[in-house]
């Protein structure tokens, strides 16, 4: 009995991800490249011309990741957009450190970096919540979401970027701005969606007037970030930010048009089955999020909660038809708006059913089974 009341959130992230990464290991055969999902066309480094074709078969996400981590330098070759991928340097670069540059142990780095990041962020987000008088243990819809939870077993950047948000938004609620502010940049160096963060943040100091804060956030994570654009814009011919990586296609002007161009430019029967789940989980939470935090902000008195919710919510409405077909390349994506309706939703209804409702986002861990079933 004593251990149950003593249980918390992250214990029990650190469990569920322990057992699925096991599953996953021993259905691999005990191959730990199973974790970044070499696809064979990548792997022989041709990818640079653009001769490999987008597809399961030739891998997913981590594998990028792994090429870097495996040859900092010279991995453009091996990417299907060099600098879309690079511009997400800092797993590769912990990868290889952790993995002391031998190729064999970057997937066990990667493991271990995501894996921190997930259950140290989930620990947080628990301080957080209790700071505002709610449950630690909505934390669980953040920790146990499949876009961080599987992205851990994929190597891919989310679980480091979103962890790292999530301390800086600790950082800055304990006043400690200039960690924060490089909390926020390493994060935007892990993945380029967490600077809807901090875009948010600027935002919100210079609604309440606070001009240092609002300039040192926008120039400790700002400057850095676009230098970085600057050298692979000079090494690789091109700046990095964009909406994906081969066969992608550009965000979008009119609302959700990503969602309708399943119907439009694939097929009634797909529109249908990609809207059963995006409405839900997507459409109706950032509709939702919008008029909640604009209201909040147009009232004067919103806090940085509100603008996290409004940045994460916007965002959705731009989402490109390139990531809504694919299932767990909006599930990805949606993380953001997760974490900022879970915040929120603590901040203004602590006592509603706002939080209730964020848990129905884990029935899209269904996607687990069929990743077990595939691996």
């Given at each position: 009995?004593?251990?149950?009341?003593?249980?918390?959130?992250?214990?029990?992230?650190?469990?569920?991800?322990?057992?699925?990464?096991?599953?996953?290991?021993?259905?691999?055969?005990?191959?730990w490249m199973t974790f970044v999902t070499v696809g064979d066309c990548y792997s022989s480094c041709t990818g640079f011309t653009g001769s490999c074709p987008a597809g399961t078969e030739n891998g997913y996400d981590g594998q990028y990741a792994f090429y870097i981590a495996r040859?900092?330098?010279?991995?453009?070759?091996?990417?299907?957009?060099?600098?879309?991928?690079?511009?997400?340097?800092?797993?590769?670069?912990?990868?290889?450190?952790?993995?002391?540059?031998?190729?064999?142990?970057?997937?066990?780095a990667f493991i271990l970096v995501n894996l921190v990041a997930l259950v140290g962020s989930t620990a947080l987000?628990?301080?957080?919540?209790?700071?505002?008088?709610?449950?630690?243990?909505?934390?669980?819809?953040?920790g146990g979401f499949v876009g961080v939870f599987m992205?851990?077993?994929?190597?891919?950047?989310?679980?480091?970027?979103?962890?790292?948000?999530?301390?800086?938004?600790?950082?800055?609620?304990?006043?400690?701005?200039?960690?924060?502010?490089?909390?926020?940049?390493?994060?935007?160096?892990?993945?380029?969606?967490?600077?809807?963060?901090?875009?948010?943040?600027v935002l919100y100091h210079l609604a309440r007037r606070e001009w240092g804060q609002a300039a040192r956030l926008a120039l400790v994570t700002g400057v850095p970030f676009a230098l970085?654009?600057?050298?692979?814009?000079?090494?690789?011919?091109?700046?990095?930010?964009g909406s994906g990586g081969a066969g992608n296609s550009p965000f979008e002007i009119i609302p959700f048009m990503g969602l309708i161009r399943t119907w439009t430019e694939g097929s009634f029967a797909a529109f249908l089955v990609i809207a059963g789940y995006t409405i839900p989980s997507v459409v109706l939470p950032a509709l939702w999020g919008l008029w909640q935090s604009g209201r909040d902000i147009?009232?004067?008195?919103?806090?940085?909660?509100?603008?996290?919710?409004?940045?994460?919510?916007?965002?959705?409405?731009?989402?490109?038809?390139?990531?809504?077909?694919?299932?767990?390349?909006?599930?990805?994506?949606?993380?953001?708006?997760?974490?900022?309706?879970?915040?929120?939703?603590?901040?203004?209804?602590?006592?509603?059913?706002?939080?209730m409702t964020t848990w129905?986002?884990?029935a899209l861990n269904v996607y687990l089974l069929a990743d077990f079933s595939a691996s």
């Open positions: 009995m004593s251990v149950i009341k003593s249980a918390r959130p992250w214990m029990v992230i650190l469990l569920l991800n322990v057992v699925y990464l096991g599953a996953v290991l021993a259905r691999a055969g005990g191959d040859d900092p330098g010279g991995a453009a070759p091996c990417q299907d957009v060099p600098a879309y991928r690079y511009q997400r340097i800092l797993l590769p670069m912990l990868g290889w450190a952790l993995s002391f540059g031998n190729e064999a142990f970057i997937p066990l987000l628990e301080r957080l919540l209790t700071a505002l008088k709610v449950s630690r243990w909505h934390a669980l819809v953040y992205s851990v077993r994929l190597s891919t950047t989310e679980p480091l970027a979103y962890g790292l948000v999530i301390l800086a938004i600790w950082l800055g609620m304990q006043g400690r701005g200039w960690l924060e502010a490089l909390a926020y940049l390493a994060a935007g160096l892990a993945k380029e969606m967490a600077f809807l963060f901090v875009g948010a943040a970085w654009q600057l050298f692979l814009k000079a090494w690789l011919g091109e700046f990095g930010i147009l009232r004067g008195s919103a806090h940085r909660y509100s603008f996290f919710l409004l940045a994460n919510a916007a965002v959705m409405l731009t989402v490109p038809f390139s990531t809504y077909r694919e299932p767990l390349g909006i599930i990805r994506f949606l993380v953001g708006l997760v974490l900022s309706v879970l915040l929120f939703g603590a901040l203004r209804f602590p006592r509603g059913r706002v939080l129905v986002w884990l």
